[in-house]
Nanobody, 124 residues
Framework: QVQLAESGGGLVQAGDSLDLSCAGSGRSFSRSTMAWFRQAPGKEREFVALISWWGTTTYSTDSARGRFTISRNNAQSAAYLQIDNLTPEDTAVYYC?????????????????WGRGTQVTVSS
């Protein structure tokens, strides 16, 4: 069974940093684009960042590039998201996703595998 499992979420204070992890199993993701999305209450799921299998990254906005860092470990089919200087607006469920092959698309329908998400709550 192919699975992605996120971990590392929790309740933090504004200004803190957080490291999210995504562990893949059931198949190799070493040639897949891996990405992070998030969904805040009452909002649609939105793209945060992606990383190609060879390590090229794309972030949702320039400001996200400054606070979010995506990385991966191909040997472990794992992806990571470091978030610095958290704000209450970062409160959301964070999802890991992976594509079949390479994609640069930021829309959810281009990702074939999804984790169940990890909750990040930032208090002010």
């Amino acid at each position: 069974q192919v699975q992605l499992a996120e971990s590392g979420g929790g309740l933090v204070q504004a200004g803190d940093s957080l490291d999210l992890s995504c562990a893949g199993s059931g198949r190799s993701f070493s040639r897949s684009t891996m990405a992070w999305f998030r969904q805040a209450p009452g909002k649609e799921r939105e793209f945060v960042a992606l990383i190609s299998w060879w390590g090229t990254t794309t972030y949702s906005t320039d400001s996200a590039r400054g606070r979010f860092t995506i990385s991966r470990n191909n040997a472990q089919s794992a992806a990571y998201l470091q978030i610095d200087n958290l704000t209450p607006e970062d409160t959301a469920v964070y999802y890991c996703a992976a594509s079949d092959g390479t994609t640069w698309n930021q829309r959810t329908e281009f990702y074939h595998y999804w984790g169940r998400g990890t909750q990040v709550t930032v208090s002010s």
